[in-house]
């Protein structure tokens, strides 16, 4: 035990020296009578006075001091103690006792259900000790704060902490929302269809039940943050009264390592949302050990939420420990325990009360003696503030009448609370997911549940839940408060107020082309949009989402107009001010411009999109970004957003791989069309000209929106070029629904001859229409151009096909649309786009005829379009090449064709190529 002492208190006096303050060991102290007299003076303030008075005079000092040009160092990190004083603390309005109860049935049940599904021939695992720790931090906002949908302020919006979805399970199930077998479906969600419950909070997977999926790490802060300033968004736009609303996000310390986590957070303080309440459960470990074992978590984060201009609320201590800091006169209890690191406390807590007699209160005379008076028992019993109710409950309360500032609670807790000594504070707690008899037991006496040995005897994975039943006093005091509070939380509903959408004439302007002038896609796009923001009962609903690129969209014609959201107006004097096209902020403002931040763009546009259910609102948001720099950089959040059943449309722009030229390799996008594919909830499109946009665009609507859709959940991501060209008008005979289904045939042949049949999509199809002119001209070969509006959707078909003659054998099996429209289309097919082969290559199994794919596989660079182009080999000659290659296989070309093409059009000299033009920025 002696080596064991030594080392912990080597580790405490280890590199902690960062955790101070700082203020005075940098400064000698000429006088310290006098200063004795200045502390004394405080002392006595505080005492006769209390500490708010106290607070006031410290600040004012500050505040004169700055003025005077004396130095005071910013305070980033105060004590390791409680931010509330014993005397400002709130009083808990609640019965404790009830509450205790139900409190104690719950962590039970949520442990049970966890252990019951690692039963033989099931063990799909879960976790059990995360919500453990964190049940008080839930329970006190579930009895006294959380709002439901029908409260008289519309309610709140809470993000649950992933890993503690047992939790809300359980209460669930207390409130008589879930049943037995409904808690038995845990992670069955097929096997057990009809009573499952999702592993996490998957609103897709349980859509009446959560609301936000938060289980990706990093993804609930930054989303919670934008929910925030979301509802703020709403009020000033004047489409809903937000005011009475408060959003609470529950996140881990270790969790706060997450880019994601923290990287937003001067959002919530730049705009004042004092409508946000982050709670971070701070276990002090991570999934695998100590989030900081040489350091102190709570104090880093502390410090970083105070520097990005947070309120910041620490709940350290229960309140067992107000008499012992009380009678810590000479601070020396303070100093242990700011000195103190993670790791050490971590392990006190997997010890016992002599251990942390010996270990931490020995460490000095003093601070032995505070508990010389005390047992080991009650040592042990010193409870960290997170599992204080009346602690938790006075954070709160101050956290929702803060105004001017977000605020951040955070909270000491142990992982896997009173589960016992197997699970508390253990590094393996997170993997842990079964309980031993003795834990059970254990547990059941630890919460004093009245389940006899025999019960839980006859079945180690049969232990039974409890629920006192709905006439006992407990359980109507619980429903009670939630039905003070507006009802039962979580709780999703996608009902919504009615949208009209626009009328036909709306979508003329992409029907009739540009004249003689050239347009990129992303102009045709743009020219449609502000069309439907003209709409008198449409364009309202609209929320456009600009991560700082709106003057290379050209989208800055909507400046002056629609103006950029900004809850504090624009209070300076414009630069550009005289210009027709001036930069205009407006807390009224339609644009949502979230600056260089791609993550912050996805997390406007998932709480924009999901505004139908959250609010009953609907916002379609419409987010315009380089296309490289969505699926690829922000993938993760478009899947939570997918979850969320996030409608709206993600506009990909200045797309493909050799359309931006002079941005070079990192701007260079010829995959996002395949990382699109991989979500399901996104439908991905690559048109070619604006009127396919408009059909696309009215489609999307139809389907989100219309009356007649079926399969409402859904995220279009449309491809948009900035390179111009002259877009045709929409062909009278234009064949809608192989615009909508993915293919129509857009040029037939023009001669007799050999035939090959050009498939193409986006900027492509130009080059395909140039092709067809030469394989016509200097080769005597037919081609049809077909455009290809979507790879994607046409693969997906394809496949559901297939799927259906699998599983109906000895039917009739259905021709997927792809195959349909293409019968009769005969000779090779060469399929062509700016993007890689893959692309294209998702539909060959469903062609018959023999096909070749063309495509920028591999790394951008900068360079003219046309020189790129012909580098990767997929521009008009090209095509040209590859359709003589395979019509020269069939016989149907002379052989020496190909190679003649070759040299003819200098197919291996970069600068012959001519495919494209310059210019266009958008």
Request: net charge negative.
């Amino acid at each position: 035990m002696t080596a064991r002492k030594e080392r912990l208190d080597v580790a405490a006096g280890e590199d902690t020296s960062h955790i101070l303050s700082g203020l005075t060991n940098q400064l000698p102290d000429r006088d310290p009578e006098e200063t004795a007299e200045w502390v004394e003076s405080l002392d006595s303030l505080i005492k006769e006075q209390g500490t708010e008075r106290a607070q006031y005079i410290m600040r004012s000092l500050l505040q004169r001091a700055g003025a005077q040009s004396v130095g005071v160092p910013m305070v980033t990190t105060t004590d390791y103690v409680n931010t509330i004083p014993v005397d400002q603390e709130a009083e808990f309005p609640g019965n404790e006792e009830y509450e205790r109860r139900y409190r104690a049935y719950m962590r039970w049940n949520a442990a049970v259900m966890v252990h019951r599904s690692q039963r033989p021939n099931i063990g799909v695992g879960g976790h059990i000790s995360t919500y453990a720790g964190a049940a008080t931090l839930y329970e006190v906002g579930f009895n006294h704060f959380f709002r439901g949908k029908d409260h008289a302020g519309g309610g709140d919006q809470v993000f649950f902490q992933g890993h503690a979805s047992p939790g809300m399970y359980a209460r669930a199930f207390m409130e008589g929302r879930l049943s037995e077998e409904d808690m038995d479906g845990f992670r069955q969600e097929k096997s057990k269809e009809g009573h499952a419950l999702s592993s996490y909070p998957h609103p897709r997977l349980m859509p009446e039940f959560w609301e936000f999926p938060t289980v990706s790490m990093g993804i609930g802060p930054m989303n919670a943050i934008y929910q925030a300033q979301s509802n703020r968004y709403l009020h000033n736009r004047g489409l809903k009264d937000t005011s009475d609303q408060q959003v609470w996000a529950f996140l881990g310390d270790g969790e706060m390592d997450e880019p994601e986590s923290r990287g937003l957070l001067q959002l919530a303080a730049n705009e004042n949302l004092d409508n946000l309440n982050f709670v971070i459960n701070c276990n002090l470990q991570r999934l695998d050990g100590p989030v900081r074992g040489n350091g102190k978590i709570m104090q880093e984060l502390e410090a970083f939420f105070r520097g990005a201009g947070w309120n910041v609320i620490k709940v350290v201590w229960g309140r067992e420990w107000d008499d012992l800091l009380t009678k810590d006169q000479d601070g020396s209890l303070v100093k242990i325990m700011n000195e103190t690191p993670d790791g050490d406390y971590q392990t006190y807590k997997a010890e016992s009360g002599a251990f942390v007699r010996e270990h931490f209160f020995g460490k000095t005379p003093e601070t032995k003696e505070l508990v010389s008076d005390l047992s080991d028992d009650q040592i042990w019993n010193l409870k960290r503030g997170g599992h204080d109710y009346r602690k938790v409950y006075a954070a709160y309360k101050a956290a929702t009448e803060f105004k001017g500032k977000p605020t951040v609670i955070l909270a000491k807790t142990v992982k896997g609370y009173g589960l016992g000594p197997h699970f508390e504070g253990r590094n393996a707690t997170h993997q842990m997911k079964k309980l031993t008899m003795e834990d059970l037991k254990s547990f059941r006496d630890h919460l004093r549940i009245p389940i006899t040995d025999e019960q839980l005897d006859e079945n180690l994975y049969g232990a039974p839940y409890y629920h006192p039943g709905a006439d006992a006093p407990e359980i109507k005091y619980m429903m009670e408060r939630r039905a003070a509070l507006g009802g039962s939380v979580p709780q999703r509903r996608s009902k919504h107020a009615e949208i009209t959408l626009p009328e036909a004439k709306t979508y003329e302007v992409a029907k009739r082309g540009s004249g003689k002038q050239q347009a990129a896609t992303t102009m045709a796009f743009v020219r449609l949009l502000k069309d439907l923001m003209r709409d008198k009962e449409f364009g309202k609903h609209i929320a456009p989402i600009i991560p700082d690129e709106a003057r290379t969209f050209g989208m800055d014609a909507f400046f002056p107009t629609s103006k950029i959201y900004n809850p504090k107006g624009q209070n300076y004097l414009s630069v550009d001010r005289d210009l027709i096209l001036a930069y205009k902020e407006s807390p009224q403002g339609q644009l949502i411009h979230p600056g260089i931040n791609e993550a912050g763009a996805v997390a406007a546009f998932t709480a924009a999109g999901t505004a139908y259910a959250t609010h009953g609102v609907p916002l379609i948001p419409i987010y315009v970004f380089y296309s490289m720099f969505g699926f690829q950089r922000t993938g993760d959040a478009f899947w939570a957003a997918a979850d969320q059943m996030t409608r709206g449309f993600i506009i990909g722009a200045t797309a493909g791989r050799t359309t931006l030229t002079g941005e070079g390799l990192q701007h260079a996008d010829g995959h996002s069309p395949l990382l699109a594919s991989t979500n399901p909830a996104v439908v991905t499109y690559d048109p070619a000209y604006g009127y396919e946009m408009g059909h696309i665009v009215r489609d999307g609507l139809e389907r989100m929106y219309g009356p007649e859709s079926t399969d409402r959940n859904l995220m279009y991501y449309i491809t948009v070029y900035n390179e111009p060209i002259v877009q045709p008008a929409e062909p009278e005979d234009l064949d809608i629904e192989g615009v909508i289904k993915g293919i129509y045939l857009a040029a037939p042949a023009k001669i007799d001859g050999p035939r090959t049949q050009i498939l193409a999509s986006g900027v492509s199809v130009p080059w395909a229409l140039d092709a067809q002119r030469i394989l016509a001209e200097d080769w005597g070969v037919s081609a049809d151009v077909w455009s290809v509006t979507s790879w994607t959707e046409l693969r997906r078909d394809g496949m559901a096909a297939e799927e259906e003659a699998f599983l109906n054998p000895g039917e009739q099996a259905r021709v997927p649309f792809v195959t349909s429209q293409l019968a009769g289309a005969t000779g090779p097919v060469v399929a062509v786009t700016d993007y890689m082969k893959a692309v294209p290559d998702q539909i060959r199994q469903f062609v018959p005829n023999e096909f070749a794919s063309l495509g920028a596989d591999g790394f951008g660079f900068s360079d003219t379009r046309a020189a790129a182009r012909r580098f990767f080999k997929n521009d008009t000659h090209s095509v040209v090449v590859r359709a003589l290659e395979m019509l020269a296989r069939r016989g149907e070309v002379d052989a020496e064709a190909p190679a003649k093409a070759i040299e003819k059009y200098k197919l291996h000299n970069v600068n012959a190529g001519t495919t494209g033009n310059a210019g266009g920025e958008s």
